[in-house]
């Protein structure tokens, strides 16, 4: 029997990719029919996502998809969490989806935890604190005239699926990323709306990964050249990459490692324990009642806008020149605290690492290959803490570190984890988002039994880069540095 073929759209916050996957008993392909970037505007001082940008590029990346490979059994979206757009009575969109990056959630969690009680919050929702989880961005939003006139709020990924099928809903990871999730049963927590003075009639029923949305919509299937159905998949890109994780057992962490480090485990029950609570872990909705419990740590967002800012200033910012200089410069010279706040708007990256070591006394990079090099020892440690903190907290015993996603391909971050954790670190599939979205397809379609076959499968057929852990750097010391750096900073 000749595999399968799957269409999967995936949208990260720096690229966006149409990919084309045959699956077979013993094969599963993946062939890249369309790539693009996403590229963030800033209307009128608020940072937006080119949605229609983003959108016009999904539909060319099918068109080639269906050109190239044939018409797909069916199509899968995923894509970034939290993020949101609005649908007028008519179903137009209102206003372009506002980047969880832009500042006018500034404040509002600390108010609004004041307001219900972290921890009554953190029994509800089992969320982490991040300041631009949706049901923040509502609150700021809430007097806009786009949300008092909005009919519908759709999430990123069910906003592209109702634009193909015509279909509406809310697909149950992602929808787990807006704190609005009742963390027990996965239903929306109308109540915690409510007494946010939220309107709970926005949200729309929910989806299982697997569910049907609908075939495409007739112009759709004019537009790319055919028709095919639309079937959720884990659409919180994040959960794909969790599906997509050639793990064998469960005695293994992984770390989602692109523009945010997803960093967790995969476990069968939430853990919303005083001190879980305290060290801001999450317990994001997986596939089949798992639970992704996880925190984000700041990831290669440093790299990428430490790079977009040299590119503006004309520098030379070649990545692997980069990486290879990096690799040079003596092990924990400056360590950062990678989650500090001041990191997560884009800007000057490379300013306010210096300013960071600069405040604590550290010698301060300024050379590119030496802040490189302070990212990556910096993200390895917080790797290090992340992983220890969730096997403490979770009671959960790890034998590998699985790093899948573009940092995958980054040999020197996957070698100071290993180092950093004492842990091997496998590295790859790269796509394993991509991965996770057509699986979940061809779950649906039968061609695979359940979480488990689809992780052997990908075992099976997936490169796989092992890095055992090396002595040599004093991880411990440099754990303590940092920590007393946060004293000072
Ligand atoms: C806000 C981030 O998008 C989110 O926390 C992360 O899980 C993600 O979706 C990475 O693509």
Not at 55 to 64: D, H, Q
Not at 237 to 251: C, K
Not at 378 to 383: Q, V
Request: glycine residues 10%; proline residues 5%.
């Amino acid at each position: 029997m000749s595999p399968t073929l799957f269409a999967a759209v995936d949208l990260g916050a720096s690229s966006g990719r149409v990919v084309a996957g045959r699956v077979g008993p013993d094969t599963v392909e993946l062939t890249e029919a369309h790539r693009f970037v996403n590229e963030p505007v800033r209307l009128a001082g608020t940072l937006h996502w080119n949605i229609a940008g983003l959108y016009t590029e999904i539909l060319r990346g099918l068109r080639f998809l269906g050109r190239d490979h044939g018409t797909p059994v069916s199509v899968g979206v995923d894509s970034w969490a939290v993020d949101y757009g609005l649908l007028d009575a008519d179903g137009a969109l209102l206003s372009a989806p506002v980047h969880y990056r832009d500042g006018r959630t500034d404040g509002v969690a600390e108010t609004i935890n004041g307001q219900l009680g972290a921890d009554a919050l953190y029994q509800r929702t089992g969320l982490q604190i991040l300041p631009f989880n949706t049901i923040y961005q509502l609150v700021a939003a809430r007097d806009t005239a786009a949300y008092r006139t909005a009919d519908r709020l759709l999430l990123v990924p069910d906003l592209i699926g109702y634009w193909l099928t015509g279909a509406i809903g809310a697909e149950v990871t992602n929808a787990s990323t807006t704190q609005l999730l009742d963390v027990h049963d996965r239903t929306w927590d109308v109540d915690l709306a409510s007494s946010l003075g939220l309107r709970p009639e926005l949200l729309p029923s929910l989806r299982q990964p697997g569910d049907l949305l609908g075939r495409f919509r007739a112009d759709v299937a004019a537009e790319v050249g055919f028709d095919a159905p639309v079937v959720a998949v884990a659409s919180h890109d994040t959960a794909s990459a969790v599906i997509g994780v050639p793990a064998v057992g469960d005695r293994f962490a992984y770390i989602s490692c692109g523009t945010w480090g997803l960093a967790g485990l995969e476990l069968d029950r939430p853990v919303l324990s005083e001190a879980s609570r305290e060290a801001n872990f999450t317990n994001e909705a997986g596939i089949d009642g798992t639970v992704r419990y996880l925190r984000n740590v700041m990831g290669l967002w440093l790299l990428q806008e430490s790079v977009r800012w040299w590119e503006r200033e004309g520098r030379p910012a070649d990545l692997p020149t980069l990486l290879a200089d990096a690799a040079g410069v003596p092990a924990g010279r400056t360590v950062i605290e990678v989650d500090d706040a001041r990191f997560l708007p884009p800007g000057d990256m490379p300013s306010r690492i210096a300013a960071y070591a600069r405040e604590t006394g550290q010698p301060v990079p300024s050379a590119p290959d030496e802040i490189v090099r302070c990212i990556l020892d910096s993200l390895a440690l917080a790797f290090r803490r992340t992983i220890r903190e969730a096997m403490a907290l979770a009671d959960h015993a790890v034998d590998v570190v699985h790093a899948v996603g573009g940092g995958a391909r980054n040999a020197l971050l996957c070698q100071l984890t290993a180092d950093a954790t004492g842990l091997p670190v496998v590295a790859g599939p790269v796509e394993a988002t991509a991965l996770g979205n057509l699986l979940v397809q061809a779950r649906a379609a039968g061609l695979v039994a359940d979480l488990a076959d689809a992780r052997r499968l990908l075992a099976a057929t997936q490169a796989t880069v092992c890095y055992e852990p090396r002595p040599g750097i004093d991880w411990d010391s440099l754990a303590s540095r940092l920590a007393s750096t946060a004293a000072k900073v």
